[in-house]
C-alpha cells in the first residue's frame, strides 16, 4: 500500500506589493461602513463594535487597498470571524462579510475560566496518547493577543514550542470561550491544532495541519480531509477585480486538476493562470514582488511543496518545469 505523508508549510514572505501600512482615513471608511451595514440590516450593533486590521495590501491599480479584518468580543478573537474590503477613492468597493452575526446572543453562560493553559495542553497530550511533558509558561504579547509559550517541552518536533491563546470558538450554534492549543507533534507526523472548552477542559473542535493519505485505500474518495471543495474553486470566485487578471504572466500546469483525486480518476489537463491576481499578483512562483517568477519547481510566495517518501518531513525532490 502507497502511504504519502504531505506536510505542506505555509512561509509568509514579504513583498513590494504587501504593506502591513494601514492608512488613518481608511479606518474611519471602514467604521462608517460597519455603521451603516447596522442601520441597512437591523444588526445587532455588537458584531461590528471590536475588529482589528491583521493585513492589508496594495492592488497593482492605483490607489486601490485591500483590508483583512478579524472579529473581537471583549478583547478576545472570534474564530473564523472575518471581514475583507477593498477601499478606491474614499469609498468600499468590495466586501466579502464573514463576521459571526448576532454574538450577543450566541455568547455562552461560562461565568469564569475554570481550567489553565497547562490543563489545556495536558487535555491534548491525553486525547493524543502523548508523553507527559514538563510544561514551563511563558507570555509572549503581540499586537493582537496575548500568546501563551511552552518551550522545551521534548514532544514537539523541531521543539517547536506548544502555542495557546484564549479564544471564542462557535459550536453548536454557541460561542465558547476556549484555550486554542497548537502542538507540532515529536516526529511531524501530527500537527494538532486543538480548541479545547476553557470551562470543561474537554476538546470541542480539532484539525490536523498534516495531511495523510492512503491513494489506494478503499473509501478514499469519501476522504473528508480531502473535500476537493475546500481545495478547488472557481478561479474567480473571490478576485473581484477580473480585468487585472491580464496583468499576470501566463502560467500553465499539466496536472491531474481536483476535484481528481489520482490518474485513476482521469487525466492530466492544462490548467492556466490558476493563481488568485490579489493575492499572487505575480503568479505562484513569485516571491519578491517583482514581475518574474523566481523558481519553476513547486516552490513560490507561501508553499514549498515536497515529497516525503519516508514520512519524516524533511527535504525531499520537487519536480520542475520550465517557463
Known amino acids: ?3 504519502i505523508n504531505m506536510f505542506v508549510v505555509l512561509f509568509l514572505i514579504c513583498q513590494a506589493n504587501f504593506s502591513q501600512t494601514q492608512i488613518p482615513k481608511d479606518l474611519g471608511l471602514i467604521q462608517k461602513h460597519f455603521n451603516d451595514l447596522k442601520k441597512v440590516k437591523k444588526t445587532s450593533s455588537l458584531d461590528y463594535a ?11 491599480k492605483k490607489g486601490l487597498r485591500h483590508y483583512y479584518l478579524a472579529q473581537y468580543h471583549n478583547g478576545i478573537p472570534i474564530v473564523n470571524g472575518t471581514y475583507n474590503l477593498s477601499i478606491i477613492n474614499n469609498k468600499v468597493n468590495y466586501s466579502k462579510n464573514q463576521f459571526i452575526n448576532e454574538i450577543r446572543k450566541k455568547i455562552s453562560n461560562q461565568k469564569r475560566i475554570s481550567i489553565t493553559e497547562e490543563q489545556a495542553v495536558n487535555s491534548v497530550i491525553r486525547a493524543h496518547k502523548l508523553t507527559v511533558a514538563k510544561l514551563v509558561k511563558t507570555v509572549r504579547k503581540t499586537k493582537d493577543v496575548n500568546l501563551v509559550e511552552f518551550k522545551n517541552t521534548g514532544i514537539t518536533e523541531d521543539n517547536e514550542p506548544i502555542l495557546v491563546k484564549k479564544v471564542y470558538f462557535l459550536h453548536e450554534g454557541e460561542l465558547r470561550l476556549c484555550w486554542n492549543v497548537n502542538l507540532y507533534e515529536k516526529g511531524g507526523k501530527n500537527w494538532w491544532n486543538s480548541y479545547v472548552d476553557a470551562s470543561s477542559n474537554k476538546i470541542i473542535s480539532e484539525s490536523n495541519w498534516v495531511i495523510t493519505c492512503n491513494f489506494d485505500a478503499h473509501g478514499h474518495d469519501s476522504h473528508l480531509t480531502h473535500d476537493p471543495s475546500e481545495f478547488y474553486k472557481p478561479k474567480n470566485e473571490f478576485t473581484p477585480y477580473l480585468n487585472e487578471s ?6 500553465s500546469y499539466n496536472v491531474y486538476a481536483m476535484p481528481l483525486i489520482n490518474p485513476d480518476d482521469g487525466g492530466r489537463t492544462v490548467v492556466t493562470n490558476p493563481a488568485n491576481s490579489v493575492a499572487s499578483p505575480f503568479g505562484w512562483h513569485d516571491t519578491n514582488g517583482v514581475a518574474g517568477a523566481e523558481y519553476t519547481i513547486t516552490r513560490g510566495n507561501n508553499v514549498w511543496a515536497q515529497e516525503d517518501a519516508n514520512g519524516n518531513n524533511g527535504t525531499g525532490a520537487s519536480p520542475s518545469g520550465t517557463i
Open 1 to 3: 500500500m502507497k502511504k
Open 50 to 60: 471590536e475588529w482589528k486590521v491583521t493585513s492589508t495590501a496594495s492592488s497593482l
Open 246 to 251: 491580464n496583468m499576470l504572466v501566463p502560467e
